[in-house]
Structures are given as C-alpha cells and as structure tokens.
C-alpha cells in the first residue's frame, strides 16, 4: 500500500494533466469551429451583397442607355424604350430575390443604404418611363446614384470589415459621362 501511496501524486498529476489536455482541446475545437462558421457566414454575406449589387447595376447600366436614346445621357450605346422595356422587367425581377437574401443575411446598415440606392435607381426608371428629356435632371439622377453605390459598397466594407475601396468615380473623357 505505501507503494501506491508514494506514486498517487504521480497518478493524480497525469489525471489533471490528462483532463487539462482534454478541455483544452476541446475548447481549441469549439474557437476554431466558430472562426469557421463565422467565415462561412462572411462569404455568404459577400455573395449576396455582391448579388445584389451587379442585379440592381443591371438596370442602372440599362437606365443609362434608354437615357441616352432620350437625349439625357452620352452612353455610346443607345437603346429605345421599347427595346429596354422587357429587359428592365426582367432585371427589375431579378432584384427581388436578390433583395430578399441581402434583407435575410445583410446587416441593419448595408440593407439601409441598399433601399437608398434602389429607390434611386427606381426614380431613374420612372423618368425614363415618362420619357423626360431634361439632361441636367437626369445629371442629379445620376449623382445620388453614384452617391448611393458608394455608399452602400462603403457599408459593405465595414460590414465585413474589409479595406475601404475606390470610390468607382474617376474622370471619364468628355461626351463619356454615365
């Protein structure tokens, strides 16, 4: 018995030492499969905002042609409204199950500065569905456009804390606005 007596601390020194392995382990597991659902969830949020922005830049791109088909706007690549019509309906469509997603999985900001540039875009469509020739109206149009990209890419960026980003406002050559 004194044998087993003298190699007990021994025998409880390799216990604690066993259960200390385990729970750090564990714990090491459980950090490290958070850190991985969080960057799986941060790629699914990229994937959606990035959705979301190139369906709504579908009709911005689209507005600007039928705006220089009116006269508002210098796009070297005019299209009628008749032309557009079916293929706004169809990026206006697009938007919806994109928009969805982005409200699902975006935070409080992002989606908040999306509502900003879509409506932007939407009173874009209307002007051109009321096939308004007024260049310098459709100019501040195209500003706060430009201004709600901007931004919602900028809540974008703090959202998945990335970088900030180029502004995408860069000086076009003259007649190339758009």
């Keep these: 018995m004194s044998a087993f007596l003298q190699q007990l601390p021994a025998l409880i020194g390799v216990v604690i030492g066993a259960l200390g392995s385990y729970l750090a382990l564990v714990r090491s597991?459980?950090?490290?499969?958070?850190?991985?659902?969080?960057?799986?969830?941060?790629e699914r949020r990229l994937a959606v905002y990035a959705d979301y922005a190139r369906t709504l830049k579908k009709s911005v791109t689209l507005t600007y042609r039928v705006a220089a088909h009116l006269g508002n706007?210098?796009?070297?690549?005019?299209?009628?409204?008749?032309?557009?019509?079916?293929?706004?309906?169809?990026?206006?469509?697009?938007?919806?199950?994109s928009g969805e997603a982005l409200i699902m999985l975006g935070s409080r900001e992002v989606v908040e500065r999306a509502r900003v540039w879509v409506t932007t875009v939407m009173e874009m469509e209307r002007f051109l569905r009321e096939s308004t020739?007024?260049?310098?109206?459709?100019?501040?149009?195209?500003?706060r456009q430009?201004?709600?990209?901007?931004?919602?890419?900028?809540?974008?960026?703090?959202?998945?804390?990335?970088?900030?980003?180029?502004?995408?406002?860069?000086?076009?050559?003259?007649?190339?606005?758009g």
Excluded: I
């Design 29 to 42: 597991d459980r950090e490290r499969f958070r850190r991985e659902a969080s960057a799986r969830w941060e």
């Design 73 to 97: 706007d210098p796009h070297p690549h005019p299209m009628s409204p008749a032309e557009a019509e079916p293929l706004l309906a169809e990026a206006t469509e697009a938007r919806d199950p």
């Design 133 to 143: 020739h007024d260049p310098r109206a459709w100019q501040a149009l195209l500003e």
């Design 146 to 177: 430009r201004a709600g990209r901007e931004g919602y890419y900028a809540a974008v960026r703090d959202d998945l804390d990335l970088p900030p980003g180029h502004s995408a406002r860069w000086p076009l050559p003259p007649g190339a606005d």
